[in-house]
């Protein structure tokens, strides 16, 4: 079985520049997560998706950070424009669902996309 | 806001030695998952407690949950330099149901 496939691995861009990120989840995994790892820090969530439905983006900083998830399979995570700050590896994961199955929140994670904005 | 703290933020052993970092929620979990990052790499799941009190073991390593259900730790014994990596532990939380927050983590590396 495929894991959660990222791409690409890493990026390099100049400020101001837009930026994007492409996630797929492992099949038939209807929970999708986008996260933002910076340096010696645990993830922090951007974005949850449940199937195509965007049901917590309270983290997403939307006035430059987009998501989709059109389809409820693949996304996408865009900066435009990006920031310095912005550099960090974007992680996506995935789970069965958020049911009310407690092991179903289990996180399977991709290799990450490292972003380095100079 | 809710918080995941995690003690130490480094640790340096020699091969051989025993190795334990500690979890610490600001509320009560429902469960705690417990990750490991290879250097360069990405996290990876180790395990779930979701049992006030629950102990588990994976080869030489030990997971608790202590009894209030807001702290646990990781323990290894004989450390080997397989083990060296970043080892996360995360609750749920967030305001959502279905996120985690993951504590900074505990860096461990290991001297042959």
């Known amino acids: 079985e495929a894991g959660v496939v990222q791409s690409p691995r890493y990026k390099i861009i100049e400020k101001k520049q837009p930026v994007a990120f492409w996630c797929n989840p492992i099949s038939g995994h209807n929970t999708l997560y986008w996260y933002r790892q910076n340096l010696g820090q645990g993830p922090e969530l951007l974005i949850r998706y449940e199937n195509e439905e965007a049901v917590d983006d309270s983290q997403l900083p939307k006035d430059r950070f987009s998501a989709e998830r059109l389809k409820g399979v693949d996304s996408t995570l865009k900066i435009q424009p990006a920031e310095l700050g912005d550099s960090a590896v974007y992680l996506c994961?995935?789970?069965?669902?958020?049911?009310?199955?407690?092991?179903?929140?289990?996180?399977?994670f991709g290799a990450g996309t490292r972003l380095s904005v100079l | 806001g809710q918080q995941v703290m995690q003690i130490p933020q480094y640790q340096h052993v020699q091969e051989g030695e025993d190795f334990t970092t500690y979890c610490n929620s600001s509320?009560?979990?429902?469960?705690i998952q417990w990750y490991k990052q290879r250097p360069g790499g990405h996290p990876v799941f180790l395990i779930q407690?979701?049992?006030?009190?629950e102990v588990k073991k994976q080869k030489r390593l030990t997971f608790q949950f202590g009894e209030a259900k807001k702290n646990s730790s990781l323990h290894i014994t004989a450390t080997q330099t397989t083990d060296v990596g970043t080892y996360f532990c995360?609750?749920?939380?967030?305001?959502?149901?279905?996120?985690?927050?993951f504590g900074k983590g505990t860096k461990l590396s290991v001297k042959p």
């Open positions: 995360a609750g749920p939380g967030g305001g959502s149901q279905g996120n985690l927050i």
């Open positions: 994961a995935s789970s069965p669902s958020t049911g009310k199955m407690i092991s179903e929140n289990i996180q399977y």
């Open positions: 407690l979701v049992k006030s009190g």
């Open positions: 509320t009560t979990l429902s469960n």
